[in-house]
């Protein structure tokens, strides 16, 4: 579903992203694992289009998107939840969930689908409230419904874990092993907690100094010892 080939990219004299091949299969959990600084965050980045990049390619479904813009590439099914969530504080939350409808072309869906409130009961039951005045677990799951909203091809998730508290990171997790049991969907992980990565990865790719340094199946990741390569 979503390919990358030969990806590099560059911040000032630094190659911060050396040579990138990538697949992430439809209905699979691929999960991107990696010490801090290693260069998830501005792989991510680069598949949506935030940064350019100085070679490779970047496919969705067989289209090369390399050289769109972000809404572009969001508009052909590239669906992203960044790291820090980045909701939009002052609407409520159900003028948030109608942002990630707003990437639809026109004549598209004009209400929030129903399995956005059946996967995160506590939206419907706050769909008046502000963002900003949720919890940042609420928040997470708010910037995950968004994001479900435009029904997205690729699915890319930013540490969905981090800072939530436990009862939420299980309702995450639960989220993410529906969507991809329903296997209409490649869901993108990076991820700093092992634990969470391993118990939903189909497949885990280990990125170190800009590279990717191991690749295998999710169910190989303890045999393949990928925790020796996540923050201590």
């Known amino acids: 579903m979503l390919k990358v080939q030969q990806l590099n990219q560059y911040y000032g004299g630094s190659h911060t992203l050396r040579n990138i091949d990538i697949d992430v299969p439809g209905g699979a959990v691929t999960a991107l694992l990696g010490r801090n600084g290693v260069g998830k965050t501005t792989l991510l980045k680069c598949l949506m289009g935030v940064l350019p990049v100085a070679g490779g390619s970047i496919a969705l479904d067989g289209i090369d998107v390399t050289k769109m813009p972000p809404f572009a590439r969001v508009r052909l ?23 990630g409808l707003a990437s639809k072309a026109k004549g598209g869906a004009k209400d929030v689908p129903a399995e956005i409130y059946d996967m995160f009961p506590v939206l419907k039951s706050m769909r008046g409230r502000r963002g900003g005045d949720l919890s940042g677990g609420q ?8 994001a479900l909203a435009m029904k997205p091809k690729v699915l890319i998730l930013d540490e969905p874990t981090e800072g939530i508290q436990p009862s939420i990171i299980k309702d995450i997790e639960r989220v993410i092993k529906t969507l991809s049991e329903r296997g209409d969907m490649a869901i993108l992980l990076v991820e700093q907690y092992y634990d969470f990565a391993r118990e939903l990865a189909d497949h885990y790719i280990v990125l170190q100094r800009g590279e990717v340094v191991r690749s295998g199946s999710g169910e190989d990741m303890e045999t393949d010892d990928v925790r020796s390569f996540m923050a201590v």
């Not at 099914?77 to 942002?99: A, D, H, K, S």
């Open 77 to 99: 099914g590239m669906g992203y939840v960044p790291q820090g969530r980045e909701i939009f504080p002052r609407l409520t939350v159900q003028e948030n969930l109608m942002m």
């Open 139 to 146: 928040q997470q799951q708010l910037a995950i419904g968004r």
